[in-house]
């Protein structure tokens, strides 16, 4: 139930700021529907283009099984992390494009919306239990739906926490989580692990900096300025504080700043998972990573982990939350042939209203605002729902409004790198924070 209001409250929060390899055609008879009422008159097949690595697994067990049930073909190709875009621009200029994308924010949709099919009157979009995360143009159309919302934050090893002589509680701003964070590097040797994974700039875990950590200054300035459309110039009011957090976590991490260049998110991750650590910025995504991926082998306890705000020292940060929202959103490619677009409909459809789909979601995702979800067993989810439920406001994601969001992002990136290993001077995160923005804003 807990999952629910957290549902009903996030959709509201948000709804103001939020913008928010091929598959062969087959033909002949489907395979008779199993038990589970998996059955598809389509004659044409599916290539999904995913857009998360840690989630490849369970599409690709989804997938094959579709298959067995219906008998259309179903292919799924995982981009790697932090490549979508160019992947997505690579398949869709090929003959047999991806028919089931993407395309998570309004960049995305002003670059790719004639290729979406509207939506709107299919029965994957009738089966929605809200509109909130859907992306729409002007007259309504919805080019894409949002199939789940996540959150991010610190998630926090409770565990060690203790053996270090402190409860989630004691950590309230940015302060104490500071001090805390401190006490832990001038004890490293005695207590055995860190306070923070190692941030790491190599590519596949620089978004985690880029992107989500970037957003906590973006929402206090978006939220001071009354932003809600994508703005042509940012002021960067907040980098001091961006600047402190950032510092906090390099300085108090596994490693020291001049390694985090070549640091992947494989290895935070496992920095984590093998109790390494107290810290891992990461979101509601790493669940089943930590926790029931077998061939991850780390096989947490779910009651030693939970997830706090990001805080980096913003007045009133202790009435704050998670960083809650979506970039997770389907389109349908509007330029497949109609029998492919009808496989890939009644896929959509069979996913978010089958035992097999919703389980499968449930695990990966959390909640997903389709009328035939399951409840999440993510502990992530659950302290994203306590913290709405103590009246705590919700971080909103700022960088929906990203101008050229990987070009953008890769700038922050160099500047960090040299910021960080080099010694160079922070002032050039700052440029690439605003004047960076002001460019692609002009050159998307």
Not at 25 to 36: F, H, I, L, N
Not at 115 to 135: A, G, H, I
Not at 246 to 258: G, R
Not at 314 to 322: D, I, R, T
């Amino acid at each position: 139930m807990k999952k629910r209001v957290f549902a009903t409250l996030l959709s509201a929060t948000l709804a103001a700021t939020l913008l928010a390899g091929c598959g062969s055609s087959s033909s002949g008879e489907t395979k008779a529907a199993s038990d589970d009422g998996a059955s598809s008159s389509a004659t044409g097949s599916v290539y999904y283009l995913n857009f998360k690595p840690e989630a490849d697994a369970a599409w690709q067990e989804l997938a094959t099984l579709y298959t067995e049930q219906t008998g259309v073909p179903v292919k799924v190709v995982t981009a790697a992390s932090g490549d979508y875009e160019n992947t997505l621009t690579t398949e869709m200029g090929k003959s047999s494009a991806p028919t089931l994308f993407q395309c998570g924010n309004q960049a995305a949709l002003d670059t790719w919306k004639d290729y979406c099919l509207d939506l709107s009157d299919t029965d994957v979009y009738n089966e929605m239990t809200t509109d909130d995360f859907n992306l729409k143009g002007e007259n309504g159309e919805v080019y894409a739906i949002g199939y789940c919302y996540e959150a991010f934050g610190l998630i926090t090893n409770k565990a060690l926490l203790k053996e270090a002589g402190y409860e989630v509680s004691d950590i309230t701003n940015f302060e104490s989580l500071k001090s805390v964070a401190e006490d832990i590097t001038a004890r490293k040797d005695e207590l055995g692990f860190a306070a923070f994974t190692s941030a790491g700039l190599e590519s596949s875990s620089s978004w985690r900096f880029s992107g989500h950590l970037a957003n906590m200054p973006l929402f206090y300035e978006f939220r001071d300025d009354n932003v809600t459309s994508q703005p042509a110039t940012v002021t960067g009011a907040y980098l001091d504080n961006y600047k402190q957090i950032w510092d906090l976590y390099i300085n108090n991490a596994t490693c020291e700043p001049n390694q985090i260049v070549t640091k992947t998110a494989d290895e935070s991750e496992a920095e984590f998972g093998k109790g390494e650590a107290v810290f891992f910025q990461n979101g509601t995504w790493e669940y089943a990573n930590l926790v029931t991926d077998e061939s991850k082998g780390f096989l947490m306890n779910p009651e030693d982990i939970t997830m706090i705000p990001i805080y980096i020292g913003v007045e009133g940060e202790e009435n704050s939350g998670l960083a809650c929202g979506t970039e997770n959103c389907w389109a349908v490619n509007s330029q497949a042939s109609e029998e492919d677009i009808q496989a890939t409909l009644d896929f959509a459809k069979w996913v978010v209203t089958s035992e097999e789909g919703t389980t499968m979601m449930a695990e990966q995702f959390g909640p997903i605002p389709f009328k035939n979800a399951k409840d999440s067993e993510n502990v992530f989810f659950t302290a994203a729902n306590d913290y709405i439920n103590d009246g705590k406001y919700v971080v909103t994601w700022a960088f929906n409004y990203t101008p050229n969001v990987d070009t953008w992002r890769e700038g922050v990136v160099s500047a960090l790198t040299q910021y960080s290993a080099n010694n160079g001077s922070w002032d050039n995160v700052v440029t690439a924070y605003v004047n960076g923005w002001a460019t692609q804003y002009q050159q998307q």
